[in-house]
């Protein structure tokens, strides 16, 4: 347990730091521009210091596993990571924007991958292209791999979409009527001000009790009890909607740290206990050490025990919120 009695059941891998997309709110295009230094492939952890990090942590009580990055995919043979990780008795998720898993569904399946989420803010090819700086004609291989990952059984498939005050508000109506008719779990995040560079401000972002009571004049949203403490979405069965749920993620409005359970690991192996960390402690000197898996039992556990972040419970009590000017870890950086 940490210092608000949270214990250590989620952790978030970032497996690269690299991505094929330039969000504007993630890995705006120029920041993260052709002279940006990306990692060089020495300096991420290997498939084998990851998967050790995990097997260290089970006595910890790690119960689930989300790979992310950057996008996942862009790590060559995944899949061979996944299937290491399944061996332990951990769920394994994995977060991707969708345009390369295309033809890949049943591999990752197969090699162990319990769920995927897809992220997804637009269904309008040009919203999306502005969003995304990726052409809107690919908008489609991500519409056909979500069909995908549905029909090779991985999961509940999740969508995430990010909502912001005049980018994309018309999509709320455009993804119900998209995937209402299909068992996945369409979730709506509030814009949140990860990182220093996604330009965030509070009038950008859509309360999710604003897109609730829009849903409602429409649909009958019946509430879903959380399956497990630090589940961050708060869900809502659609009434006939075949297996539908829409999830709302209140990071702003409504914050959750005092349930929140997660670690996250970077890609070059630091450890972070809050998607809004200023820093983070270098787990990969420890495993490229002597009797590491040790080191890092006892590392993880003293600095979850020591952790007392609340980054969003701070943030909304402030007069004005986000207002806090701490200098924050990307999002690309540790995966979200």
């Not at 960390?277 to 000197?285: E, F, I, Q, R, V």
């Not at 004005?320 to 995966?335: A, D, H, N, Q, R």
């Amino acid at each position: 347990m940490d210092q608000m009695g949270r214990p250590l059941h989620d952790l978030r891998i970032s497996v690269t730091d690299r991505c094929n997309m330039r969000c504007d709110y993630c890995m705006p295009a120029d920041v993260f521009d052709s002279n940006h230094q990306f990692m060089n492939r020495n300096e991420l952890l290997t498939f084998e210091e990851i998967d050790s990090v995990v097997e260290s942590l089970i006595p910890l009580g790690i119960k689930k596993i989300r790979l992310t990055g950057g996008e996942p995919l862009l790590r060559r043979s995944i899949e061979n990571l996944i299937q290491m990780l399944s061996k332990h008795p951990i769920e394994i998720a994995m977060t991707t924007n969708g345009l390369l898993f295309g033809g890949r569904g049943e591999i990752l399946r197969k090699a162990g991958l319990d769920r995927v989420t897809f992220s997804l803010d637009s269904l309008d090819p040009e919203v999306f292209e502005k969003i995304t700086r990726t052409s809107g004609e690919r908008l489609q291989s991500i519409l056909d791999a979500i069909d995908e990952a549905i029909e090779c059984g991985l999961g509940q498939v999740r969508i995430n979409s990010v909502i912001r005050r005049g980018v994309n508000e018309q999509d709320i109506d455009r993804l119900i009527e998209r995937f209402g008719h299909l068992p996945v779990s369409l979730r709506f995040i509030e814009f949140m001000d990860v990182g220093n560079h996604n330009r965030w401000r509070h009038h950008d972002v859509v309360p999710s009790s604003e897109i609730r009571s829009h849903l409602r004049k429409r649909f009958n949203l019946i509430p879903i009890e959380s399956i497990h403490r630090g589940e961050v979405a708060r869900r809502w069965s659609v009434e006939g909607g075949n297996g539908f749920e829409v999830g709302f993620i209140s990071s702003v409005t409504q914050p959750f740290c005092g349930d929140c359970t997660r670690a996250r690991i970077s890609a070059e192996g630091k450890l972070f206990t809050c998607l809004f960390a200023t820093n983070g402690t270098d787990l990969k000197a420890i495993l490229r050490s002597q009797n590491n898996e040790i080191q890092i039992k006892d590392t993880i556990s003293e600095i979850w025990s020591l952790r007392d972040d609340r980054y969003s419970e701070l943030r909304s009590k402030t007069p004005k919120p986000g207002t806090i000017s701490l200098p924050k870890i990307e999002m690309s950086y540790i995966g979200g």
